[in-house]
C-alpha cells in the first residue's frame, strides 16, 4: 500500500463498512452491535493504513482511536447508555478528519491518476456516512424526527440510516423514510445541496488541478 494507491483500499473499506452494516441486520440482537464496532474498527485500521502519510491525520486518528475504545470500555463495564451518543460523535470525527485529510491530497492539487478518482469516490462515501451519523444522533435526542425508521439502538439503525443518506444525498427520494421535525427537515435538505454541487465541485477541481500539471509541465 503506498501514495498511488492508498484510496483503492480505502474506498474498499468503506464499501465493506456499508455493506457489513447491512448484513448486522440478519444476525442477532446482541451480537448486532459488536459486530458493527468490528466492522468499523477494521475500517479505521485500513485507514490508518491508507492515510498514514497525512502526518497531522495520523495524530488525529490515534487520539480519536484510543478515545473510542475508552468509551467502548466504559460503556462495557458500567452499561452507561449515553456512551452512545459519545460513540456516536466519535465516529462522525473519524469520518470527517478522513474527509478532511482526502480532499487536502486530491482537490486542486497535482496530476490526476486513477488513485485520485477513486479518492473522489471515497469522498462521496465519506459524505454519505457523516450524514448518516448525523441522522442517527438526532435520533438519539428525537426519536420522533422521522418517518419510516424507528428509535432503536444505533446499531440497528445503522443501515438504515445510510440507506437513507444516501438515497437524499443522490436526490432520489425513495419517500419510504421522511423527516419530521423541522431540524431534521433542515439535515436533510442540506444533504440535498451537497450532494447536487458535489460532483460540479470535485470535476472541476480534477480538470483544473490535470490542467495546471499540464501547464507546469510544458512550460
Known sequence: MNEENNFFYLTLALIGLLIGGAFVQVVGEGAMEHLL??????TFIVCMASL????NWSRFLYSLLGTWIAVIVIKAILNIKEMDVVMLVLTFAFFFGTFKSIARQILFTGYVNTNKVIGSVALFLLLGLMWAIAY???LEFSPNSFTGME????????SNAAYFSFVTLTTLGYGDISPVSPLAQVIVYLEAIVGVFYMAIVVSSLVSS?????????G
Request: aromatic share 14%; net charge neutral.
Open 151 to 158: 428509535a432503536i439502538s444505533w446499531g440497528q439503525n445503522f
Open 210 to 218: 490535470n490542467i495546471e500539471h499540464q501547464e507546469n509541465k510544458n
Open 37 to 42: 464496532q468490528g466492522f468499523t474498527i477494521l
Open 136 to 138: 442517527l444522533i438526532l
Open 52 to 55: 498514514r502519510f497525512d502526518k
